[in-house]
């Protein structure tokens, strides 16, 4: 059995909000991602938040002149994958449907959107019937 990835070592809100600076600005060194964060951010914080997400491996840190240039490597939509997997498995057992009926419960969704629903439900509905029509 592997082991499950426990609630601490999820993504924290600062550090998303690093991610965030990276996936719509594209890699930045400290010092840029610090112009890009504001002045409510601390040199030594936003390091210290960089190297925790190359420790989790969602940054990667390339060596350019004397500083770091760090790069998301992973995707927001994966990021978000795992922590739906994340709270579904951790806090809700593994019962994705409270997790779902919620989220459709406050989400606004377009007509797109809502077809893909319906298609997602139709499949789940024939699987659970053992793929009979």
Same mark, same amino acid.
């Given at each position: 059995?592997?082991?499950?990835?426990?609630?601490?070592?999820?993504?924290?809100?600062?550090?998303?909000?690093?991610?965030?600076?990276?996936?719509?600005?594209?890699?930045?060194?400290?010092?840029?991602?610090?112009?890009?964060?504001?002045?409510?951010?601390?040199?030594?914080?936003?390091?210290? &938040? %960089?190297? #925790? /997400? +190359? =420790? *989790? @491996?969602?940054?990667? $840190?390339?060596?350019?002149?004397?500083?770091?240039?760090?790069?998301?490597?992973?995707?927001?939509?994966?990021?978000?994958?795992?922590?739906?997997?994340?709270?579904?498995?951790?806090?809700?057992?593994?019962?994705?449907?409270? &997790? %779902?009926? #919620? /989220? +459709? =419960? *406050? @989400?606004?969704?377009? $007509?797109?959107?809502?077809?893909?629903?319906?298609?997602?439900?139709?499949?789940?509905?024939?699987?659970?019937?053992?793929?009979?029509?």
């Amino acid at each position: 059995m592997s082991p499950r990835r426990s609630i601490s070592s999820a993504t924290t809100d600062a550090e998303l909000t690093v991610l965030k600076v990276l996936w719509d600005g594209g890699p930045a060194t400290v010092r840029e991602l610090l112009q890009r964060l504001g002045t409510d951010w601390a040199y030594t914080t936003v390091q210290t &938040l %960089v190297g #925790r /997400l +190359v =420790e *989790k @491996g969602q940054v990667r $840190a390339d060596r350019k002149d004397i500083a770091h240039v760090f790069t998301a490597t992973v995707a927001r939509d994966e990021l978000a994958h795992r922590q739906v997997d994340e709270v579904a498995s951790s806090l809700l057992d593994g019962a994705i449907a409270p &997790l %779902v009926l #919620r /989220l +459709v =419960e *406050k @989400g606004r969704f377009t $007509a797109a959107e809502i077809a893909r629903f319906r298609a997602l439900l139709q499949a789940a509905e024939k699987k659970a019937r053992g793929g009979k029509s």
